[in-house]
Every structure is written in structure tokens, then in C-alpha cells.
């Protein structure tokens, strides 16, 4: 094209007066074509692709990454080599580092080392990205993304797939870089049976300028709509609203919004639930997600704020325009056309293998543009690839299931009555009410307690009681407060103060730990996250949950441990400060004791790293869990003076720990307990460092914290918490441990919101249990109920002459058999007389070779007749309904002296 044009230039002769004009159009025409063919050859277009990825299970979320090049570059288009049928949704990130350096990996904990940013999203068989003339999104060396991650949330389980993103890159500077502001909801809790359910969020823009001009919401199957509004002076403006059951594309705003600093940003997500379950937020199609991204450009996206959530502005989210809520009309972008886009789903046959990228767009080269009949014909589909999966799934949960307390029968006895224990042995009352159910033993258990255990048999006798007796177990009181009068962020510690009746609560507010909160030397990264400009201590009354008061604004910038000494001073630990903190109780605005320099971390005597916790001695000292980075305890005297510390990088050593995430302080025993988070085990030092106990448990998991009462220091409380290493995931309990023998008596299995529970703490006499969780952000409390409990029977009391129930029984058993057996005998009689005579044989019996079934039936060799029951199979049933308690009788057999003993409890008083 550019030499045709050159040679029709010189064939025209001579440049005379009367024909320059027109050779210099051509010149002009020619020198805008050399440079749009110019722009066109620096734009690359990279597919980035799954490396033939097989998936184990459905939900997966896999990455792979792209190395960029050294020379500055700019995103302009985005285009999904994928379908609905095998990707739920699909991420670009540009990253400073991916998070593993293999092909592909699982990145459902992490995608990135270091700073991160959204590029692209889309789902729903959305159309690709095309950001508009002199916006970009600029990546490469002089920015913190030197890598873009695509990451894949895999509906189905593939098998050797190629899904990805091809993106266009080019080198022409863009005026104006693109970047991607999420709003995100922390808490969804969808009652089951609701047709309209809304959760609401907040919070406050802070930074630059920013022009919005796209939006894309995203949720899954329950969600109707999402809807922002940017709120300046009491005027709401509408930034965004979608139904998140469209395609998930970015789709432009009626206008370009401008975001200032000071902006208030609120959501709302409102949802349909027609399971018998409720849904909560999380990462699986079965669970839910309230997503808002706003797409915007400015001069330069360095330092702007890219996460909205939280509660800022709990009055604005009570007066949402009724609007948010109504379903919008399908976007103007969309066109109702091309009915011959069915073919562009997979079927259900289709599933076992998915398609490569070039199958799923070979069919489309007839029409490039998606349209929203291309969606409609394919939603059906979609929809019932995830409903499938998860339809009763959650419908049939057993009611015994939601039973706050389970114990081993042997292991609670054994540390009850164990030879190393004293007679008055505290057991938590809670615990009481299965050793009242002493049929829960079997008899081989019974015959172990009466041969080998004396003692335990004489206590036992001690424990005879009337019929009816009161009991006392832990029970979650759901109501003891609400959470929406009460803005909570993330838990981080809890404290109870007995003296005035309060719970202290430490939380982050609209602050969330990210995966770029730190760079990788452990640095809070003030360039992003900003102190918490409101409070993060909340005073609630511990019995009505009313609020107290609140404080701590403008101090903290992750907040994490909390406890309260002896004397009413308060202690926290801010992982972002790096640094341990003690306030009295008048004077909350300043610290009296500091310990750790402030944002700088360090693993020596006076610097710590992430600290997690702190337990204080009577005298003052106190001791540190130095926490995330150092992995070690440090004991200060009560001035902040280092004392010691101990830790071992050697993990066969008693001493290593990884990640001690909490200590609870035992003095009377002098003792010190460590929840060793991510070995998966709690140990316990005196006071030295020395070990005591090394516990473990196949039902751990990680154990985010541990627990003492002050009046009952013979046992140990620790909760176990969300499992990041790797996919497996544990029920969450509160373990009850003996001091003395470091055993797990009994566990406690906790309510199902308590998901990723972070703090336990306990009043003086363990009668009250309070659990900090982060997701929802609420506190949840246990206590000890009383209710009575029945007996099947009563037991003889020692000295009593009365008769023997059982023996009564008997005989009257025996009377019954015998009035309703003799008249059974005279029938049988009379109908073998009967019999005899009319065979005229009567008088020819030989009773000595027939028995009494061949003459009531001479023809058995010629029917079929009933199999005989087999007399010495063994009785599965019985055998189970005497391990569950349902009968007091031993199988056949059973011989043994003692079958016959039971417990009865005695009324019982919180210890």
C-alpha cells in the first residue's frame, strides 16, 4: 500500500504551483498511514494458556503465569479463551512475583508475592475487554507488575485443558492508565427459604481523582443484583448496578463518574435462597460472593486505593435507595439477535474432557460479537451444572449433628479417675452429662473399670442419685447481642474483664490482612494501607451485649492480640506496628509501655516481627508469641526489659514452632501453652522454657488459640481454625485438654457460621465461652445451661430394703408367660389330635421317630417353606443400641457380674 502510493506520486510529473497543494494531501495522507501501520506493528497479541491442566476435584482455582518483557507496555484488549461450562470465572492479575514459579499451580490461598493488581475479569461467557482510545492499563518495569497471573476458578473437574486469555500488548504510551477498584462484601449469611436477602457494605475513598467509566458485579447463583453509589454532600449517585447472572463483562457507565477523596462508596448485594441451608460467603460455587469493580483511569494508578469494604457508614447502608434492590434491564450493549449461539455451550456429555480455546472459537468466526441471547440460550445450562453439584447436599444434615458436645467415654474417664489423678478431680460440668449416659460403655469397658479400677468403682457407687437430675452443657447463646448495632471488622483478640461485667474486643474495622499488606522483608505497606481512622477496641457488657464504649482510632494498622492483667491494664499486639503495646484503663490514648519499634521489623532484643500475643505474669513480666516471622516467645520483666526466649529452627526439636499464634498463661501451674498454628499442635513449656507437653490430635488442624480459666487451671481450652497449607479443611471445635496428662477429654463442635474462629477466651470460672471469628466478623458466645435429664430406670439405693425393680419385673414377666401360655398349649394339642385322626393314624404313632413339625406338615420335601432362622448369628443391632444407651441389657452371652451398674449424676455446681 505504501509504495503504490509513492509511485502514483512520481507518475504525476513535475510539483507545479498548480498541483502542490494536492501532492502535499497525499504526503500528509501518507505520513498518517506510516504511522497508524506504525502503532498496529508494535501491538503484540500473547495468549497465556493452562498448560494441559487436569484438575482433581470441582472448584479448583489454578494459575499460570507470563514473564513480561523489559520494555515498557501498555494493555489494550483483553479476549477469554474459555466457556461457562468449564470456567466459573477468570482473573488477570499483574503481579511483582507469581507465587510459585511452576507451569501452573493451585492458587486458591495464593496467587502473588508482593504487590498485586486486578487487570481483567470475566465470567458467564462475558465478550472481551476493549478499553477505549488513550487508556491502558501500563505494565512492565516501571511499575510493580512485572508478571500477569491468570487464574482460572474451574467449575468441573478437566482434563488436560488449555483455557487462558489472549491480551494485547503494545508500546505506544497511553495518556491515561486504567485501573480496577473492587468492592467487596466480608459477611453474606442468606436464610434458608428467602426470596429477599441484602448485605450491605461501606466505606471511604481516599486518595486521588478518579474517572469511573465501567462496572462489572459478580456473585453467584443466588445473587439478583448488585448495585454502588457514590455518595458527596447527602446526593447519591448510582456508579454501578447489575444482575450478576449476566454475562460478567465490563460494561460502560451511562457517563464518566468522578471518585474525589472523601467520597463516601456504598454497596449493596441482594440475593434469593430457596435451599434448606444457609449461605454464606466463600470461595465455591456453593457458596456466595457480593463483588463490585469499578474500572477507571487517571494520570497515574500508583498508590490508589483498591479495595472498598466494611462498615464506615452504617447509617448511609440503612438508607440505600429501594432501587438497589429491583432487578435492572439488560444493558443497551447488548443486542437480542443470533439465535445460533447454542451451539457455543458444551453439553452435559461433553463434560468429562474440556476444549482447548481454538474448539470453543472455531464455531464463532461467523459473529464476534457476543450478544445477550448468546447468554440466555446457554444460562439454563449453566445453572444446572452448579445446582446439580450442590442440590441436597446441605438438605438432609442430621439434627444430632448440631450436638454442642462429644466426648470419648474411655478417654474422659481415664483422665477423671487415671492412677496420677486426686479423688476431687475438677471435670468440666458440661462434660458430665455422657458419663451420666454409662451405657455409652460397653461391656468390655465395664469389666475393665470393675477388675482393674477400685477406685473409680467406689467413686461410681458414690454417684448414685434420684431419677431425675439437672445437668449442665454448653449451649450457643445466638442473641446474646447484635451484631448490627455493633460495626465489627475482624477479630483479632478478646479479653473479659470480671470486675466490670465487660468484654473487650479488638477488631480491625474496614481493614483486611491482603496478600500485599507486607513486602518480603515483613514491612506494613503504608504507601496502600493507612492507620485505622476508626476505633478498634469495643467494651460491650458481657451479659446483655449493650454497647459500652469504643476506642482506639488512629492508633493501629493491624490489630491482632488482647489481653487484660490483673490489674486492669490492657495489652495489645498490631502485627503492621510490629509492636506490643500496654494502656491503663483511664488513659487509652497513649501507651505506658512500649515494646518493638514502630514499622520495623527485626529479630533481635529489641525489635519484634508480627507479634501475635502476650500473657502477663502477677509481678509484671510478661511474655510475648513473636508471632508470623520470628517464630519464637520472648519473656520481658514488666519494664519491657528482655529477659530470654526460646525457639529451634530444628523442627525435631521441642522448641520450633511455625507461626505461634497464641499463649495462654497458667501461673498457678507454671505453665505456658502455645498454639503451634501451623504444626498443627499445642505445646505447653513451665515456665523456663522447658517442655511439658507436646499435644496432637488428628481433629486439629491448625490451632489458633488457647485458653485458661483463672479458677479452674486443670484445663486447658483451645480452638482449632481455618486450614490455609492446603485443601483439607477441619471441623471446628473447642478441645478441652487435662493439664496433667496433656489428653483431650472432650471437644466442643461449634456453631456452623463459626468458619474461621481466630480468639477464644473464657470467664474466671469456664462457665462462658466467648469465640472471635473473622468471617463473619462477629463474637459468639457458649454457656452453661442447665436442663434435666431423665433416667430410663432407678437404681437400688445402698441400704434399701425394698425389692429389686428388675426382680418385680420378673416374676410378673413370668405370670403373664404363664396365664397366655397354657391356653397355646391346649390349642396345639387339640389341633395334633385332630390332625392324627383324620390321617386314621392315630392309633399308629410313633412318637419316637417323627418330632411335632413333620406331623403338622407331612409334605415339607415338596414346599418351600421359611429358611431357619440362624440362632447364633451375631445381633448388630442390639449390639449398637447398647453402645448408644437405648437398653441397659448385655448381648447373649455376656457374663459378666457387673452388666447391671449405672450412674446417676448429682446436681451439679459451675466450677
Known amino acids: ?461 458414690n454417684l448414685l442419685s434420684p431419677k431425675t437430675i439437672t445437668i449442665s452443657r454448653y449451649t450457643n447463646l445466638e442473641n446474646w447481642y447484635n451484631p448490627k448495632s455493633i460495626n465489627l471488622g475482624q477479630i483479632g483478640g478478646i479479653a473479659i474483664s470480671e470486675k466490670t461485667e465487660s468484654v473487650y474486643i479488638f477488631h480491625r474495622a474496614s481493614q483486611l490482612w491482603q496478600m500485599d499488606s507486607f513486602n518480603e522483608e515483613y514491612r506494613f505497606n503504608t504507601r496502600k494501607y493507612k492507620v485505622i481512622p476508626t476505633d478498634t477496641i469495643v467494651v460491650m457488657n458481657k451479659n446483655s451485649g449493650k454497647f459500652i464504649k469504643s476506642w482506639g482510632s488512629n492508633l493501629f494498622f493491624m490489630p491482632h492480640g488482647l489481653t487484660l492483667d490483673s490489674e486492669g491494664n490492657i495489652w495489645v499486639t498490631d502485627v503492621g506496628r510490629h509492636q506490643v503495646l500496654k494502656f491503663s484503663a483511664d488513659n487509652t490514648k497513649n501507651p505506658i509501655l512500649t515494646v518493638g519499634e514502630l514499622m520495623i521489623p527485626g529479630n533481635d532484643k529489641n525489635h519484634l516481627c508480627q507479634p501475635s500475643d502476650v500473657a502477663i505474669l502477677k509481678n509484671g513480666d510478661f511474655f510475648v508469641a513473636d508471632g508470623y516471622c520470628n517464630s519464637r516467645i520472648i519473656k520481658f520483666n514488666k519494664n519491657g526489659e528482655y529477659l530470654t526466649e526460646w525457639s529451634s529452627e530444628d523442627e525435631m526439636m521441642p522448641s520450633h514452632f511455625f507461626v505461634p499464634h497464641s499463649i495462654a498463661l497458667n501461673e498457678e501451674q507454671n505453665l505456658l501453652c502455645v498454639a503451634d498454628r501451623e504444626n498443627f499442635r499445642i505445646q505447653c513449656f513451665d515456665l523456663h522454657g522447658n517442655l511439658i507437653h507436646q499435644i496432637k490430635s488428628p481433629e486439629f488442624g491448625p490451632i489458633y488459640s488457647v485458653a485458661f480459666a483463672a479458677n479452674n487451671a486443670s484445663v486447658l481450652y483451645a480452638i482449632n481454625g481455618y486450614n490455609s497449607r492446603d485443601d483439607k479443611q477441619y471441623d471446628k471445635k473447642v478441645f478441652l485438654i487435662s493439664t496433667k496428662t496433656g489428653s483431650i477429654f472432650a471437644t466442643i463442635n461449634l456453631h456452623p457460621d463459626i468458619r474461621t474462629p481466630h480468639e477464644l477466651e473464657l470467664t474466671n470460672d469456664a462457665s462462658e465461652i466467648f469465640i472471635g471469628n473473622l468471617n463473619p466478623p462477629q463474637v459468639f458466645k457458649y454457656a452453661l445451661v442447665n436442663f434435666n435429664y431423665t433416667k430410663n430406670k432407678d437404681l437400688p439405693k445402698k441400704g434399701n430394703n425394698k425389692s429389686d425393680p428388675d426382680k418385680e419385673n420378673f416374676r410378673t414377666s413370668i405370670f403373664i408367660m404363664g396365664f397366655l401360655g397354657v391356653p397355646l398349649v391346649l390349642v396345639i394339642l387339640v389341633a395334633l389330635i385332630v390332625r392324627l385322626k383324620n390321617m386314621g393314624k392315630l392309633k399308629k404313632v410313633n412318637l419316637e421317630n417323627r418330632n411335632i413339625g413333620q406331623w403338622l406338615n407331612r409334605n415339607t420335601k415338596k414346599r418351600n417353606g421359611f429358611t431357619r432362622l440362624n440362632q447364633n448369628s451375631d445381633d448388630e443391632e442390639a449390639e449398637s443400641l447398647n453402645k448408644m444407651g437405648h437398653t441397659s441389657r448385655q448381648g447373649a452371652g455376656d457374663t459378666d457380674s457387673d452388666s447391671e451398674v449405672e450412674i446417676n449424676i448429682p446436681q451439679l455446681s459451675k466450677a
Request: one cysteine or more.
Open 1 to 461: 500500500m505504501i509504495n503504490l502510493k509513492l509511485s502514483l506520486w512520481k507518475k504525476n510529473g513535475n510539483l507545479n504551483s498548480s498541483n502542490y497543494l494536492s501532492k502535499f494531501s497525499y504526503f500528509i495522507v501518507l505520513l498518517f498511514y506510516v504511522v497508524v501501520q506504525f502503532q498496529f506493528i508494535n501491538a503484540e497479541k500473547i495468549e497465556i494458556l493452562m498448560n494441559n491442566v487436569t484438575t482433581q476435584k470441582e472448584d479448583a482455582y489454578i494459575c499460570t503465569s507470563y514473564k513480561l518483557s523489559e520494555y515498557q507496555q501498555y494493555i489494550t484488549n483483553v479476549q477469554p479463551l474459555a466457556t461457562a461450562a468449564i470456567a466459573h470465572h477468570i482473573f488477570a492479575f499483574g503481579c511483582e512475583k507469581p507465587a510459585s514459579e511452576s507451569k501452573s499451580w493451585n492458587c486458591e490461598s495464593l496467587v502473588c508475592q508482593g504487590q498485586k493488581s486486578i487487570l481483567f475479569a470475566w465470567g458467564r461467557n462475558a465478550p472481551a475487554l476493549e478499553l477505549p482510545e488513550d487508556v491502558a492499563f501500563k505494565v512492565g518495569p516501571k511499575t510493580s507488575m512485572k508478571y500477569i497471573v491468570v487464574n482460572i476458578h474451574y467449575l468441573i473437574k478437566v482434563n488436560n485443558d488449555r483455557s487462558g486469555l489472549a491480551i494485547t500488548f503494545s508500546e505506544k504510551q497511553r495518556k491515561y492508565q486504567a485501573g480496577i477498584m473492587l468492592m467487596v462484601a466480608n459477611y453474606i449469611g442468606i436464610p434458608p427459604k428467602t426470596q429477599k436477602y441484602s448485605t450491605k457494605f461501606s466505606c471511604k475513598y481516599t486518595g486521588k481523582n478518579l474517572k469511573m467509566f465501567a462496572y462489572r458485579v459478580h456473585a453467584h447463583m443466588h445473587g439478583d443484583v448488585n448495585a454502588a453509589y457514590r455518595v458527596r454532600q447527602h446526593e447519591w449517585t448510582q456508579l454501578a448496578k447489575g444482575d450478576p447472572q449476566w454475562p460478567q463483562a465490563f460494561y460502560p457507565t451511562e457517563e464518566v463518574y468522578d471518585i474525589k477523596d472523601g467520597d463516601a462508596l456504598i454497596g449493596i448485594c441482594t440475593y434469593h435462597n430457596n435451599e434448606n441451608r444457609v449461605v454464606y460467603a466463600g470461595s465455591t460455587h456453593n457458596d456466595e460472593m457480593c463483588n463490585v469493580y469499578l474500572m477507571y483511569y487517571t494520570d497515574n494508578t500508583e498508590d490508589v486505593m483498591d479495595t472498598c469494604s466494611g462498615s464506615t457508614y452504617p447509617q448511609l447502608e440503612s438508607i440505600i435507595p429501594a432501587e438497589a434492590e429491583v432487578k435492572p434491564k439488560p444493558p443497551s450493549s447488548f443486542h437480542l439477535t443470533d439465535e445460533d449461539s447454542k451451539n457455543d455451550i458444551m453439553s452435559h456429555h461433553d463434560m468429562e474432557g474440556s476444549k482447548t480455546h481454538h474448539e470453543i472459537t472455531k464455531n464463532k468466526n461467523k459473529e464476534t460479537k457476543n450478544t445477550l441471547s448468546d447468554f440466555l440460550s446457554n444460562i439454563d445450562f449453566y445453572d444446572d451444572v452448579e445446582q446439580m453439584r450442590s442440590r441436597n447436599r446441605y438438605n438432609n444434615i442430621d439434627a444430632e449433628s448440631n450436638d454442642n458436645s462429644y466426648l470419648d467415654p474411655n478417654a474422659l474417664l481415664d483422665a477423671a479417675f487415671s492412677d496420677d489423678t486426686e479423688s476431687d478431680y475438677q471435670i468440666d460440668p458440661a462434660l458430665l452429662f455422657e458419663l451420666a449416659k454409662f451405657n455409652n460403655l460397653n461391656s468390655n469397658n465395664r469389666k475393665n473399670f470393675k477388675t482393674n479400677n477400685n477406685k473409680l468403682k467406689g467413686q461410681l457407687n
